[in-house]
């Protein structure tokens, strides 16, 4: 587009194009390029602003060029742009579909790209883990509701819960590792290859300190609300780690078991026999499991009502987005409601945990392919666009 | 009165008055009914026409004068049609006589001005200056009489005026009337209204004080408007060295007009020139998504961005922020082919608002699409449209329109009175 006359040659990839319209996209189209919305977006740099290029650029289908663009990640979906768009052209759902895409494009494994953005397969993302977790169960012997006081570890031993997780939890990093080094050599290229990398602690620490503080959120106007939303989800699920690996410090390290017995003999020998130590460690770390739920859930309802609110403008979520809303839901409230059952001691607390597990798979598993995977490209493109002096915060 | 034998021409600006007098002169009754006090419409507020740069008063004097001359055109100002019924051949009209307060007597003297203590926003120069509760519309007003806003005089217990006027012409106790008429058929020629720039929150109009709109840029420029013809901006009457030009202010924009309404790239080229030639040191800037000059237009376009000092640049301008010290206006605006998005802080800004179909807030009787302009197909019987009541168009196009319906009028008319 340069001044200097050449021939430049586009190749538009169609079946890129009715890819966006499908998921979200719908009046991409309609873009006229006016700028109205680089103009009332306070998150674009003032070099090549976002997202008037982008919406040219995916009319166009110019995959490649857009598979090469930091700036789909700077967006925070906002939607300021669509409030103005005069054209209805909904820019903020435009650039969502480019996430979605490109979480896909960089997958690896790459069918797993294509299993997790498809809604309509997602009923095969979550029979995978309901039918793993039969045959192990089955072949243990253990495919039945036990007798007596709930105990989880009587239906689905730790033994069994763990290295499944443990080594899943090892494929997504293997797989985010291959992922994200295909995203940062895609994004390190003209215009803005990096010359240096000393930039890059600096500016991965500051990109965790604006993720953590919501800084690139309070810049929205039309959707603030999503801000207190997204932070509650945010901090709910960091809790939820902490928890995951508080517990199995307890196993590994005290050898102490849930349900955590606080009798005399069975307290871990760190507490020195003292059962108030016991009693402390315990407390504190239901009380932070459980407060860390507690921030998914409400977090999670107000994803999904702010989503239902009029906000004066209309954002067409694709389905890709509702499905991962919802499956976050159904895991926290299964979470929740295995934990209530248990104490009830009701049996049906088994199916419940039961489920609840294939959604904790579904989360852990496919998080290099879901929309989840936004955190890892995203505080990874922010860090390069910081390098890159292309972020403006 | 007329028995079906005359054409109802809805609105007097340039095209109903084209209307009315085309068909007049065809040898048919015609009646104009008109809700200001004075017939020429939008056109009467401009300074100049584009292309040719010529002032409408001259065309609009012309027009005047042809109905004067020709007893077949009867007009009612401060009047609005309030109900229709019938068919085509036969429209029983009624029509809402708003009072003057001022009769025929009145030489426009202007002695009662003088006494008149009450002001009012001259509504004709957009609330840029101040009128006296009886005042002449403007300069050249047909009819030639002053007028009471009733909305400001206190009526007999100031009468001020009325002890002034040596010709008797003021009559405070004057009523609304109701007016009957039979047509057979009838012509909307209801125009546009400038959209509304406080709708547009984001452009700052009303907050930013130096942003104005295109057609008060008009009423600035024409020498019989507020300023006398010096282009002032509003906070400081300073006259502006440099001002931009917002095209689409509100046109083109689903959040607002739709459609595209067609004159404001050759209103702001036009208006280029005035600043122009008002101050040589001046440059207009004028942010486009495009430029629409079609046909003809084009050679316009040419010539005035010839000018070096006439800058065309390609963004629409979403943001307008004002500095607090200066007072001056900042756009903010992605310049599309430069690949940046900037601050252009100015003297002045003019908004292009573009053109509202008066038709659709008086819900006329005439089924209009969706944007609000009345449609040329489906329409019952005798009914017609002529202008920008029917689409966003020009001076020249309105005309041709005008006449064009004038025929169908007469059509109508003819083919009724055969049945």
Redesign the interface.
């Known amino acids: 587009m340069g001044a200097e006359r050449h021939s430049t040659v586009l190749t538009p990839d169609v079946g890129f194009v009715k890819g966006l319209i499908g998921s979200g996209a719908d009046n991409l189209k309609r873009c ?5 919305c ?3 977006c306070d998150l ?6 976002f997202p ?1 290029k982008e919406m040219i650029m995916a009319q166009w289908g110019l995959k490649e060029a857009l598979s090469k663009d930091p700036d789909i990640w700077l967006c925070h979906n906002c939607n300021d742009c669509t409030k ?1 768009c ?3 052209a909904r820019p903020g759902d435009v650039i969502a579909a480019l996430r979605k895409s490109a979480i896909a494009e960089n997958a690896f494994p790459k069918f797993m790209g294509k299993l997790i953005g498809s809604p309509a397969l997602t009923i095969i993302a979550l029979a995978v883990p309901v039918v793993l977790f039969l045959i192990i169960l089955s072949t243990g012997g253990y495919l039945q509701i036990p007798e007596g006081q709930v105990v989880f570890d009587k239906f689905f031993p730790i033994h069994y819960v763990d290295p499944i997780f443990i080594t899943v939890a090892t494929l997504v990093l293997v797989s985010f590792v291959v992922s994200v080094r295909k995203f940062w050599n895609r994004l390190n290229v003209e215009p803005y290859k990096l010359l240096a990398y000393g930039q890059f602690m600096p500016s991965f620490i500051e990109t965790l300190k604006e993720i953590v503080a919501h800084a690139k959120f309070g810049k929205c106007g039309a959707n603030k609300d999503r801000t207190t939303a997204h932070r509650l989800v945010l901090f709910g699920f960091i809790g939820l780690f902490i928890t995951t690996n508080w517990a199995v410090f307890y196993l590994y390290v005290f050898s102490w078991a849930s349900p955590y017995s606080i009798e005399a003999d069975k307290i871990p020998s760190v507490f020195g026999g003292s059962q108030a130590m016991a009693a402390m460690a315990y407390g504190a770390f239901k009380i932070f499991g459980n407060v860390s739920a507690l921030l998914l859930l409400i977090g999670g309802i107000m994803v999904i009502s702010n989503r239902m609110k009029d906000r004066g403008f209309v954002s067409k979520t694709s389905s890709f987005d509702w499905t991962f809303a919802v499956i976050i839901l159904l895991l926290v409230i299964t979470g929740i409601l295995s934990e209530m059952l248990r104490l009830s001691n009701l049996p049906i607390a088994y199916p419940m945990y039961f489920a609840h597990l294939v959604f904790v798979f579904y989360i852990i598993a496919y998080l290099p392919f879901s929309k989840l995977a936004h955190m890892v490209y995203r505080t990874t493109a922010i860090t390069y666009s910081k390098m890159a002096k292309r972020d403006i915060m | 009165m007329s028995d079906g034998k005359s054409i109802l021409v809805i609105g007097g600006g340039i095209s109903g008055v084209t209307t009315a007098i085309e068909a007049a002169e065809a040898g048919y009754d015609t009646y104009i009914v008109e809700k200001n006090p004075y017939l020429g419409g939008r056109v009467a507020q401009l300074n100049k026409y584009f292309p040719k740069l010529c002032p409408p008063y001259c065309g609009l004097e012309i027009n005047f004068r042809r109905i004067r001359q020709n007893p077949k055109i009867r007009f009612y100002t401060l009047a609005e049609v309030e109900s229709v019924s019938g068919s085509e051949g036969n429209f029983n009209v009624s029509i809402k006589q708003n009072p003057r307060m001022v009769n025929n007597k009145c030489t426009a003297c202007s002695k009662c001005v003088e006494a008149c203590p009450v002001e009012r926003p001259n509504s004709f120069n957009f609330g840029m200056d101040k009128t006296k509760a009886i005042y002449l519309p403007h300069d050249m007003s047909f009819p030639m009489k002053y007028v009471i806003d009733p909305s400001v005089c206190p009526g007999t217990s100031c009468a001020k005026c009325v002890g002034a006027c040596t010709y008797n012409a003021i009559d405070l106790s004057m009523k609304a009337e109701s007016v009957k008429i039979n047509v057979g058929s009838i012509v909307y020629a209801t125009g546009w209204n400038p959209y509304d720039a406080t709708k547009m929150e984001n452009l700052g109009f009303g907050k930013v004080k130096n942003v104005i709109t295109n057609v008060m840029m008009e009423r600035l420029a024409a020498i019989n408007g507020p300023t006398k013809g010096v282009i002032q901006r509003p906070s400081d009457q300073k006259q502006p060295k440099n001002v931009a030009f917002v095209q689409c202010a509100g046109s083109r924009d689903e959040n607002h007009l739709k459609h595209c309404s067609g004159i404001c790239c050759m209103a702001t080229l036009k208006q280029a020139t005035y600043l122009r030639e008002s101050d040589s040191a001046s440059t207009a800037f004028m942010y486009y998504i495009d430029l629409r000059t079609p046909g003809k237009y084009e050679d316009f376009l040419k010539k005035v961005s010839s000018d070096e000092n006439v800058k065309l640049i390609k963004g629409k301008v979403a943001k307008i922020e004002e500095d607090p010290e200066t007072m001056d206006p900042i756009l903010i605006v992605e310049d599309i082919l430069g690949g940046k998005k900037i601050r252009h802080q100015v003297d002045m800004v003019v908004l292009a608002t573009g053109m509202e179909p008066s038709a659709k807030a008086t819900g006329a009787g005439i089924k209009l699409d969706s944007d609000g302009f009345a449609l040329t197909e489906g329409q019952m019987a005798g009914v017609y449209s002529s202008g920008v009541a029917k689409s966003p168009n020009d001076v020249t196009t309105s005309l041709q329109d005008a006449t064009a319906a004038a025929l169908k009028g007469i059509q109508s008319l003819v083919s009724a009175g055969r049945k």
């Open positions: 006229y390029q006016c700028a109205t680089s103009v009332v674009t740099p003032q070099d090549n602003p008037r103005y005069p054209r209805g």
